[in-house]
């Protein structure tokens, strides 16, 4: 299952997705998200969404809870069942097309590279859970169950991890290319 997808990655990894793509991603990274995160923190400079936090104890995220507010906690929750359902679906494809199209260009067609570009799903399926974790503990407060919050950072610094992987990918698949294309350009040695 996962070669016949990283397969059909590399047959749609074409320049003009991986661009329309990134152009999806900067308007979520852009817009939608600064705008989501200002109307969450409101006037007051409250906390800010607990998805950009890497780690968090049961007494930090269920404080962050409370601080929200009625309001901000019924806008986040619906945020994360709408918006945050969207995101990682376009930034899993964005990322791994786009190392596609690098490591398709950049490594031989039989190298074991080109698998990686996979990476990018590992941080759709945790964050995709930690989204699970976030909406069940907004929607249960003010009950705080400290093994959901565990269980929810875990998913968290899981999914950070992936995306770090994911953009140090990026990175290799840049440098191959340019590896490749300074190689071409020196003159041969006679």
Not at 64 to 88: S, W
Not at 111 to 123: A, D, E, H, V, W
Not at 170 to 188: D, H, T, W
């Amino acid at each position: 299952m996962l070669n016949k997808l990283s397969n059909r990655l590399q047959r749609w990894a074409k320049g003009w997705l991986v661009f329309i793509l990134f152009l999806l991603d900067a308007a979520f990274v852009g817009f939608i998200l600064p705008i989501a995160e200002a109307l969450m923190k409101g006037d007051a400079g409250g906390p800010g969404p607990i998805d950009l936090q890497f780690f968090y104890t049961p007494t930090k995220v269920y404080g962050m809870i409370e601080a929200y507010g009625e309001y901000t906690r019924v806008f986040y929750r619906n945020f994360e069942l709408t918006m945050d359902i969207l995101y990682p679906i376009v930034y899993t494809l964005f990322f791994s097309l786009l190392i596609t199209w690098l490591f398709t260009r950049g490594f031989p067609e039989n190298s074991r590279m080109q698998k990686l570009n996979l990476i990018p799903f590992g941080t759709w399926v945790f964050d995709l859970l930690e989204n699970i974790g976030i909406v069940s503990m907004i929607s249960i407060y003010p009950s705080t169950p400290a093994a959901l919050a565990w269980v929810t950072t875990i998913f968290t610094m899981a999914k950070w991890t992936f995306a770090g992987l994911s953009l140090m990918l990026v990175l290799v698949g840049l440098i191959r290319l340019a590896m490749i294309a300074f190689q071409k350009r020196e003159p041969s040695k006679a």
